[in-house]
């Protein structure tokens, strides 16, 4: 088993992801062990291909079941997590009623069934002083059209977050959300492939682009560091001012 180094363990669902991967990629630099846990093996094997210091094993973040014999996987790998992050969700930009119960189920399967599951089992390994970091949304702090949906799990998300935190800070362990706006990813090339969809989504937010996977990225590894070891039950809105700002109209 590998030595805990002085940043400790980090365990994160959806590593190979856009924001996943590059959390990964920051906290190995600072001096973390990291692993973590994603669906796809091809995938796995590009992040291990690009960084083979990783301990990633292969799981489905909506399967409660693959979510703990992951984390049992891990734990003899690199030992117990001192930290968790969750970066697994969805995008899913349609209006009620256009949203067929598939849709529904799944993005609530994606974005909120899996954060419960990966919460419940990180609480299980850390079992004291801790944290834990979800992906929120700007759609759940926002009214944003053709988002109800992922806004109804979202929002689910940060309460999930909210009451975990009051629960378990007798033990020490902490828990945050991260509400993004959109982000460059591969999970948003749909969005933002054609000039006009870049365009209207950049125009969306203030700051007149849209996230980075490192604006995420920068946030979550704050959040788990020992910098913020007085922070929890909080939601931290990076979204370039989408939710909290107003643009001087163009005239």
Known sequence: MAETPEHGTIYIAGITGSIGSQLAERLLNQGWTVAGFARSADRIAELKERLPNLNVVEADATDSEAVKQAFAQLGELVGPP???????????????????????????????????????????????????????????????????????????????????????????????????????????????????????????????????????????????????SWISGQNFVVDGGMSSLRQRPKV
């Open 82 to 228: 001192t930290a968790y992050v969750h970066a697994v969700g969805s995008i899913l930009l349609k209006g009620a009623h256009q949203t067929k119960d598939d849709e529904w189920h799944r993005t609530i399967d994606l974005n909120l069934n899996s954060a419960f599951y990966g919460l419940r089992a990180a609480i299980t390994a850390i079992k004291k002083n801790g944290s834990i970091t979800l992906i929120s949304s700007t759609a759940a702090h926002v009214g944003l059209p053709s988002h109800e949906a992922i806004a109804a799990a979202k929002g689910g998300v940060d309460a999930l977050a909210r009451s975990a935190a009051a629960t378990y800070a007798n033990k020490g362990i902490r828990v945050n959300t991260v509400a993004l706006g959109l982000v460059e990813s591969n999970m948003s090339q749909p969005i933002i492939a054609s000039e006009t969809g870049r365009k209207v989504s950049e125009s969306m937010h203030p700051l007149g682009r849209i996230g980075l996977p490192n604006d995420a990225a920068s946030m979550i590894a704050f959040l788990v560091a020992d910098e913020a």
